[in-house]
């Protein structure tokens, strides 16, 4: 057999290889899928549903029409519709016969079916509105390996066993389908990633010399108390973060105690103060944690003087500054949807962005005279035109660039089945569009602080008493003292 020649598109006009012969002539590959994207109305004999990758006078028309030999349907189920080159051209089968035939071969438990414990992954996948993505995600070889292991048995279908398996990332995705679909239980996400975290340091500490110390500070401590927060909602999204610095600094205090000769149960109030003297203030900060439970449970002098880190008044922009961004993200017709929400509402409620991204549908309420509502706190708070435009228009179309997600009620919906957008890459996203959030944050919260009490504004908005009372002193109030939450009448 002759190698394939090069031939000119009859199309774009490019010189390569081709991918089909049409009656027009050669078609290039760009050119062919392109052509097979067009579906609808066949103008020339009428048939609905088709594919319409021929041409005539500039119209697009069904194969039948054009006198294509090639055909371009489904071999199992006959559709014409989502049929790309990269299928017909090995298979020809549309995109959710390709994965069901896909999932057959790797979810097969070994009687020639697909294991039942994963029939409901099956189903979900077949049902994706993303099947190119899907197919591309089943190819790779070790999603492959990882679901044939669990088919077969081989690694059993739990949170357990998943955070045994070498490839973290690679468990990340298929845990939050198969938690979706209900084939495995619902484990709060920030939580199980710290778990695994953990288990995987105490294993690479198997020679530290204070390693009874760190794993019950992680395993005894850290861990219930997550627990504890977990189980009455989700925890935030750079929850499990926090408790990895934590437990980094009580690591780094621990290996220089050490460095030192000194037992952490003979230190000194010396030994402290050096330790402070000769550490960076985010070290300072983190470690406290540590100092104070070890303090509590016998493992240092429980005399010993822990300092504690006096807050930051921290940097604000200004007011004119603040009102100017609020106007550029919220008018901005170059700026993503989900940025510019996020901006607003970091600038008109000095919501931090780990909060923003756990907001659901069901924050967000109109009443009968057509105003919207955002629950933040113990009660509602207004959303004034035009921001509240923008927030239902982002509930109306959350769903458009996560299909994965389709079923979940996130207002900033992942790319991962049930969960919300990742902090980091909406952190990048706003800062590559000049928003300073820590800054802007500041400024929003010390203005509404200066509009309306404290109290009022820490029960509205969700912040704790003490933080927002800060600010208000670090903003230069009229009033520095106000009677506390607990006896505040309103």
Not at 29 to 51: K, M, N, Y
Not at 77 to 100: D, F, H, K, V
Not at 249 to 256: P, R, Y
Not at 372 to 379: A, E, I, P
Request: glycine residues 6%; contains cysteine.
């Amino acid at each position: 057999m002759s190698p394939p020649k090069k031939r000119t598109c009859a199309r774009c006009s490019r010189h390569g290889y081709p991918a089909a012969s049409f009656p027009e002539g050669h078609l290039c590959h760009r050119c062919l899928d392109t052509a097979l994207s067009v579906t609808g109305t066949c103008p020339g004999c009428g048939s609905t549903g088709r594919v319409l990758p021929g041409l005539r006078d500039g119209t697009a028309i069904c194969r039948d029409c054009a006198k294509i030999t090639r055909h371009f349907s489904c071999l199992r189920c006959g559709t014409e519709t989502g049929m790309t080159r990269r299928r017909y051209g090995s298979s020809r089968l549309c995109g959710p016969c390709a994965i069901t035939w896909t999932l057959q071969q790797l979810l097969d438990d070994g009687t020639g079916t697909i294991s039942p414990p994963l029939k409901p992954l099956a189903d979900t996948l077949a049902a994706t509105t993303s099947p190119d993505a899907t197919l591309e995600w089943l190819a790779q070889p070790h999603i492959r390996d990882l679901l044939s292991q669990l088919a077969t048995g081989k690694l059993p279908l739990t949170h357990q066993a998943l955070d045994t398996w070498p490839r973290p990332r690679a468990t990340g995705y298929l845990r939050d389908l198969l938690i979706s679909c209900s084939a495995l239980p619902p484990a709060d996400k920030q939580l199980r990633d710290y778990q695994a975290w953990l288990n995987r340091r105490l294993t690479s500490l198997a020679s530290h010399p204070h390693l009874r110390i760190l794993r019950q500070f992680g395993t005894w401590h850290q861990l219930p108390a997550m627990r504890a927060r977990a189980a009455a909602g989700p925890l935030r999204a750079t929850a499990s973060q926090y408790a990895r610095t934590r437990f980094t600094q009580a690591e780094t205090f621990l290996t220089w105690a050490a460095g030192h000769g000194l037992h952490p149960a003979a230190l000194t109030q010396a030994d402290i103060d050096t330790y402070y003297a000769t550490h960076l203030a985010h070290q300072r900060q983190a470690v406290r944690a540590f100092l104070t439970w070890a303090a509590s449970h016998g493992h240092i002098p429980h005399h010993l003087d822990i300092p504690r880190q006096a807050p930051s008044t921290g940097h604000a922009i200004t007011q004119q500054r603040r009102l100017e961004l609020l106007r550029r993200f919220a008018t901005s017709t170059t700026i993503p949807i989900r940025p510019r929400t996020a901006a607003c509402l970091l600038l008109l409620y000095a919501q931090p962005l780990s909060r923003i991204l756990t907001l659901t549908t069901t924050d967000l309420t109109s009443d009968d005279n057509g105003h919207s509502w955002l629950h933040l706190g113990d009660t509602p708070s207004p959303v004034p035109p035009p921001f509240d435009t923008l927030l239902h228009q982002l509930a109306a179309t959350r769903h458009d660039h996560t299909p994965a997600n389709h079923t979940s009620n996130w207002l900033f919906p992942g790319r991962n089945a049930g969960q919300p957008a990742t902090y980091r890459a909406m952190l990048t996203q706003l800062r590559n569009h000049g928003l300073p959030l820590r800054t802007a944050r500041i400024s929003a919260l010390r203005q509404l602080v200066l509009q309306v009490p404290a109290p009022v504004i820490a029960d509205a908005l969700g912040f704790h008493h003490t933080t927002t009372t800060r600010q208000h002193i670090n903003a230069g109030g009229p009033w520095n003292r106000y009677a506390s939450r607990n006896s505040h009448t309103q």
